[in-house]
C-alpha cells in the first residue's frame, strides 16, 4: 500500500519546494495538493505548466 500525503502551498517560497516534493513523491505514494489562489497564480506565473489542473 502507498502512503497518503496531503500538500498545502500557500505562497510564494512554498512553490519551489512543492514542486520538487511532488516530483519526487508523484510514483511513491498518492498525493493531495491544497493551493491556495495566490500560490496558484504564482505558479502559472512562474513556469505554468507544473500544476495540471
Given at each position: 500500500m502507498k502512503k497518503r500525503f496531503v500538500v498545502a502551498?500557500?505562497?510564494?517560497s512554498g512553490?519551489?519546494?512543492?514542486?520538487r516534493?511532488?516530483?519526487?513523491?508523484q510514483d511513491k505514494a498518492?498525493?493531495?495538493l491544497?493551493?491556495?489562489d495566490i500560490a496558484h497564480?504564482?505558479?502559472?506565473?512562474?513556469?505554468?505548466?507544473f500544476l495540471r489542473v
Amino acid at each position: 500500500m502507498k502512503k497518503r500525503f496531503v500538500v498545502a502551498v500557500t505562497g510564494a517560497s512554498g512553490m519551489v519546494y512543492a514542486r520538487r516534493l511532488l516530483e519526487v513523491l508523484q510514483d511513491k505514494a498518492e498525493v493531495h495538493l491544497i493551493i491556495s489562489d495566490i500560490a496558484h497564480e504564482i505558479a502559472a506565473y512562474e513556469g505554468g505548466g507544473f500544476l495540471r489542473v
